[in-house]
């Protein structure tokens, strides 16, 4: 089963995204900042983060910055959708794939699989 840590600051899409992958058997851990995400890694593995750019307490570039070398990491912010392309913001994050919030599920899901098999 494929683990996959998501870490937001809104508890809408940390449930409902959570919900979503889990209908296609990953298994999803919660974190809501980047402090928590770090103490999440310290305690399990996992194949892949799902991490919000714009957060308190840690945000997502600092977490990414940390945790880049880790795993895959998929980046999402509803701030950023009409500055640049995903494409053009995956690669200056240094991520695998960005999402602009409100994305689309099953996008996140074949990006998912694509990343870790």
């Known amino acids: ?4 840590l998501l870490v937001d600051d809104d508890p809408q899409i940390l449930d409902s995204t ?20 770090m103490d999440m890694i310290q305690k399990q593995d996992f194949d892949l983060a799902i991490v919000d750019l714009f957060m308190p ?21 509803g701030q950023m959708k009409d500055r640049l392309s995903e494409e053009e913001i995956s690669r200056s994050l240094n991520v695998d794939h960005f999402f602009a919030k409100p994305f689309d599920p099953r996008k996140l899901v074949h990006a998912i699989n694509e990343l870790v098999h």
């Open 1 to 4: 089963m494929v683990s996959v």
């Open 18 to 37: 959570k919900l979503f992958l889990e209908a296609y058997d990953f298994h999803v851990t919660l974190a809501r900042n980047g402090i928590e995400a």
């Open 57 to 77: 307490y840690s945000g997502g570039i600092e977490t990414i910055s940390k945790i880049c070398r880790r795993m895959p990491i998929i980046a999402v912010s």
